[in-house]
């Protein structure tokens, strides 16, 4: 990730925050990769569908940290995640 918009996006939704907890639910309302830039932008990040298509791509990439059952749990529960699983749908 070069934009560091994105940076900030992870580092905010992830996790148990309030921006987490708002995403993950807004996710589902999403039919479209705009949606989310869309979204995104009325928070004051200025992030593109490419961008966004780019952090889903490294995160798909990227080795578990953690095992893989706790892992999914925590992507689950927070909108990071929940944002870069429907990207990858999409």
Avoid: C, I, W
Avoid at 16 to 32: M, P
Avoid at 38 to 59: C, K, N, Q
Avoid at 76 to 88: I, K, S, T, V
């Amino acid at each position: 990730m070069t934009n560091p918009h994105m940076e900030r996006l992870k580092a905010d939704a992830s996790g148990n925050t309030a921006l987490s907890a708002v995403l993950a639910d807004a996710v589902g309302g999403f039919s479209s990769p705009a949606d989310a830039v869309g979204f995104l932008a009325s928070r004051g990040f200025e992030v593109t569908a490419a961008d966004l298509a780019d952090a889903a791509a490294d995160a798909d990439e990227a080795p578990a940290a953690q095992p893989e059952e706790q892992a999914q749990d925590q992507a689950e529960a927070d909108g990071y995640g929940a944002l870069m699983r429907f990207l990858r749908r999409n």
